[in-house]
């Protein structure tokens, strides 16, 4: 039986307890979650050095694959990369048990379709240049294996996301991360603390990731979409840190630059905007690069 799955003595009667005891034992099952991520940080991080290698040798695709809860939480942390970091949509692909339909209506049948999962690989032509992190807490999933062997076997860059030792789809991946969060409150409920682990996990991968890619600066979101009054609030002050000047110049630095961050830092530094433009192009868009070139002239 699969750990996930197993019933655990300490939470018999769970039903007949009173509601801060059944939220305690939720609440001390959330806290062991997030603990069980520490472990599991060396393999996060050469996951990430592996993954930002490939991302930078040319137009790599970021690949989630999951199936229900792990499928929505994988799906999730993708799509929050393009307005935080600035993650081209063109270079995120979504592999989903049950296709999209799935996202607003989880079925579980889906996720034992292997040969559905393989026939997407071979779709969206996953190969060398991409990245495919898949993610499932029992690690057994059909659908989540069978798409990153495929994967794999196609020459991408292989990731598991997985809290059962020992599982298929750690042993499928180059680079398993293994989150050991054991028995569930309510067994086998694993969007409880499995899921919890494993957005900790995938928010910690990806942003580790984009920070090493050039998307982050004194913690703050360099390529950060500003397209709504809070954001574009956020990039006066980004701008206004980072190059050291008042919010008004700030904010006229990020009109000449169409509101982009990265370039609107530059000119607020005293760069003339084309200029900008071609440093950061000429240094992979690395705007820390550009200003330490900067600061030593």
């Known amino acids: 039986m699969r750990e996930s799955e197993r019933i655990s003595p300490k939470y018999k009667g769970l039903d007949t307890w009173g509601d801060e005891d059944v939220l305690s034992a939720l609440w001390d099952s959330q806290m062991a979650a997030v603990a ?3 472990p599991a940080l060396p ?6 050095q592996a993954i930002v290698t490939r991302l930078k040798a040319g137009d790599a695709r970021l690949v989630y694959v999951g199936a229900g809860s792990s499928g929505l939480l994988a799906t999730q ?5 393009p307005p935080t970091f600035g993650w081209p949509r063109e270079r995120l692909t979504f592999l989903m048990a049950g296709g999209s339909a799935a996202r607003l209506s989880l079925e579980g049948a889906s996720e034992d379709d292997a040969d559905a999962a393989r026939q997407e690989v071979a779709h969206y032509h996953l190969g060398e240049a991409d990245v495919v992190i898949g993610v499932a807490a029992s690690g057994g999933t059909p659908y989540t294996v069978a798409a990153l062997e495929a994967a794999r076997e196609r020459g991408a860059l292989t990731v598991a996301i997985a809290n059962t030792p020992g599982c298929r789809l750690l042993d499928a991946a180059e680079f398993p991360i293994c989150i050991e969060t054991g028995l569930e409150v309510i067994a086998g409920s694993t969007r409880l603390g499995a899921g919890t682990a494993q957005k900790a996990t995938l928010g910690m991968l990806s942003s580790l990731v984009m920070t090493r890619m050039g998307h982050v600066i004194d913690g703050m979101m360099v390529s950060v979409e500003a397209d709504n009054i809070k954001l574009r609030e956020r990039a ?3 701008v206004s840190v980072i190059a050291e000047c008042d919010e008004a110049a700030a904010k006229d630095a990020l009109g000449r630059t169409q509101g982009k961050v990265k370039p609107a830092i530059l000119v607020a530094m005293g760069m003339a905007p084309e200029d900008a433009d071609r440093r950061l192009n000429d240094n992979g868009g690395d ?3 550009v200003m330490n070139l900067i600061q030593a002239q």
């Open 36 to 38: 069980a991520v520490r």
């Open 43 to 48: 393999s996060i991080a050469a996951a990430a």
């Open 77 to 81: 942390d993708g799509m929050e990369l």
């Open 236 to 238: 006066i002050r980004i």
């Open 287 to 289: 705007v820390r690069s």
